[in-house]
């Protein structure tokens, strides 16, 4: 099965401040790669589908790039709301996993 | 709008089963494929299972396969997650997804989850 990575697994950065996060397939996966937020008690929540295709309503400060084994998700200004944990899935094929996540606080 | 309901979680000792559903409304719920996920307490998203539009098609997680089994009813928009052999480390809230696809895809809508407990 391939498998998903992630990192950092946390992070802590200033409001306004640009964020990546990186992750990684353990094979090609195509763009078939998404990315979720949750917050602290919360539902997860889709942000990016397609690799880079932004979910409707989703704010602009957030974009996703890659193909095949290496993606990113990017907040270009990070924001007190965005704290939260970020994880990214391939549905290529199944198993649909997810990567083991990467937590983002206010620092 | 979307709304997806879980219910049929709770209590249960180790070896039991126990029967997830998951209500859909506000889509075409024939044309979508839908899955399980689910999250220990403190722990990480674990997909468990997918199942295609017609239900034709499922596929599971490595740690359910043989013990899970997903179905879905199409004409009462209802999804369904039969757990037998339930262990300890099956405990955890369960959320039902909605894909973007009749086949697979990124999970656009999410449940509020149904916490299931596996425990003597």
């Known amino acids: 099965d391939i498998q998903m990575t992630q990192s950092p697994s946390s992070l802590s950065a200033s409001v306004g401040d640009r964020v990546t996060i990186t992750c990684r397939a353990s094979?090609?996966?195509?763009?078939?790669l998404a990315w979720y937020q949750q917050k602290p008690g919360k539902v997860p929540k889709l942000l990016i589908y397609a690799a880079s295709t932004l979910q409707s309503g989703v704010p602009s400060r957030f974009s996703g790039s890659g193909s095949g084994t290496d993606f990113t998700l990017t907040i270009s200004s990070l924001q007190s709301e965005d704290v939260a944990t970020y994880y990214c899935q391939k549905y290529y094929s199944a198993p649909f996993t997810f990567g083991p996540g990467t937590k983002v606080d206010i620092k | 709008e979307v709304q997806l309901l879980e219910s049929g979680g709770g209590l249960v000792q180790p070896g039991g089963s126990l029967r997830l559903s998951c209500a859909a409304s506000g889509f075409t719920f024939s044309s979508y494929a839908m899955s399980w996920v689910r999250q220990a307490l403190g722990k990480g998203l674990e997909w468990v299972s997918v199942i295609s539009d017609n239900g034709g098609s499922t596929n599971y997680a490595d740690s359910v396969k043989g013990r899970f089994t997903i179905s879905r009813d199409n004409s009462e928009s209802t999804l369904y997650l039969q757990m037998n052999s339930l262990r300890a480390d099956d405990t955890a809230v369960y959320y039902c997804?909605?894909?973007?696809?009749?086949?697979?895809?990124?999970?656009?809508?999410w449940g509020l989850g149904t916490l299931v407990t596996v425990s003597s």
């Open positions: 094979q090609g996966i195509s763009n078939y």
């Open positions: 997804a909605k894909g973007r696809g009749a086949i697979r895809g990124a999970f656009d809508y």
